[in-house]
């Protein structure tokens, strides 16, 4: 079978399923298969996949034609401009929480030593592309779930910036460590009646515990915030990724604790989806 066959195979597949994305999706899986590169398969169609290699290629389209997300399937996913190891101990990297890293560079000199916690780290991704792109800063990332820690580590290992970043397996309301410059996190903050409403890609493959925040998907949030009143130095900053909805009640909780709001970060939708705060009290 030629590649251009395998490809038009998993493309039938995928976009009878209504996945919107079957193009990329297809040719990502036959590269990962082939251990290629896409534009290397694009331009040699008519080379020969062998049976041993379309079986795996069958195998993972297959899977991802059951909504599993891509990133599962590949075991990875690229986030700021790293690749990250992800599974589904795990919530996958997106492109909105990539604004939380854009932020914090802006107000972290190349130069600066800061020390930064990150709640909720999950792969880590957060904590190891600020630390990659400012190398004399350190960092803490906790999390409850000592399975994503394992992921995170490795991730910091495969970045080479274990010995930079400390992990603990802790929730944040039993986390009294240090006092830090900046305090980061993408929190879970799914209504329990939204969570309900996710794309089952989402729903059936990435951990309750990463998205689920109570009945009003602020209950981690207004955690953090009592939290980091505590951890912050003055004049530190907080910098959170939000729900939609979110705005209002979170600005007034920051405010309530002691927090300046210095700004309302929008992602590509025009949905506000970070807040950056500074602690003044």
Known sequence: MKYLEAINYGNKLLKLKNIHTYHLDTELILSNVLNSSREKILINLNNRINKKNFLKFKKLILRRKKK?????????????????????????????TEIIVSEILKVINLNSSKNILDI???????????????PRCKGTAIDVSKKALKVALFNAKMHQLQNKIQFINIDVDKFNLNIYDFIVSNPPYISSIDLKRLDDSVRLYEPDKALSAGTDGLNIIRKIILKSRKLLKVNGKLIIEIGNTHEFYTKYFLKKNGFYVNKICKDIQSLPRVIISTKIS
Request: charged share 25%; aromatic share 10%.
């Open 68 to 96: 599993e997300p891509i990133a599962h399937i590949l075991k990875i996913k690229e986030f700021w401009r790293y690749n990250f190891r992800i599974n589904n101990d795990v919530l996958i990297p997106r492109p909105e």
């Open 120 to 134: 909720g780290t999950g792969s880590g991704c957060i904590l190891i592309s600020i630390i990659n792109e400012r």
